[in-house]
């Protein structure tokens, strides 16, 4: 979070040295201050510099000032820094225009110093709150998102993008699998070696798996010890030694308990989404029983989902 006492940034464009001079010196126990002399500059500045305030003439060469508003509302990366016209034209139209332009405030020339300051101090305030929420917000969407255990996605986004790709598969009829992840006898590791451990095991897990994915493959916590992973357009036959190697690499894995070394084992479902999955439950379905079976038939293995039929290409 941005702390309150942190200097913010405020960036004057203005053709005319001295009005940079005079605000530079009633405000610089506020903020920063940095300049530009023309429209133009002061784009390129506050594109890179990110300032928490604008103080904008109107009446300039090149660029005027409501242009370069314009500019500024255009761009993501700008379009929310305040802005404020500071300037020599008194008129209520100029200043109704600069307002529906989106700027927070206006300043006519001669201005009471006070006034200035109190306003500047008024605005970079808001935007310092403004700030705070935006990164809370960023925050709450991560933790909305992610297991807090390992930090990879949870049930609930995963559900979300298998939904998607279920959709993109309908409409464009390319391969994508879905594979069900289980620790095997992880109660068991729990009972002999405590769940700090246990914990160790899934960070282990989920660690391992992240760094053998691809970048646009989702890999999600889905319950305690099961994990899924959606791998889109990939072929049956890359995914089935996608989650072999997988479950070897997971076997030759082990974490540290006091001097002794435990390793563990997965069992894994795959099944490919075909375009008559209602809802993502089907396809969870089919890779659950795939899982069951890995686990009937001795685990540490893989197994396809028997009703996986290859979709038809157009
Ligand atoms: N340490 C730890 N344990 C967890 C967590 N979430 C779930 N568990 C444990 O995971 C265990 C799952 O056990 P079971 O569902 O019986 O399955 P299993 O022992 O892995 O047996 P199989 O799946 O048949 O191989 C339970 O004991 C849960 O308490 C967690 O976040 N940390």
Redesign the pocket.
Known sequence: MTEPDTMQTILIIDDAKENIVVLSRLLKSQANIIFALSGEEGLKIAGTNLPDLILLDISMPGLNGFEVLEHLKQSQTTADIPVIFITGIPDAETEEKGLNLGAVDYITKPFASAVVKARVRHQLKLQRLTTALKEANTRLTQLAMSDP?TGAYNRRYFLDALKKELERVQRYRHPSILMVF??????????NYG?????K??IEMVKVSTTMLRKNDTFSRF???EFTILLPETPLAEASQIANRLCMQIARTTIESGNKALSFTV?CGVTQLRDDDQSPDSIIKRADIALYQA?QSG?NQVVIADDTAPLVSN
């Open positions: 255990l289980d620790i095997d006898r992880f109660k068991s590791i729990n009972d769940h700090d451990i246990g914990d095991v899934i319950g305690g010890e069992s686990k685990r």
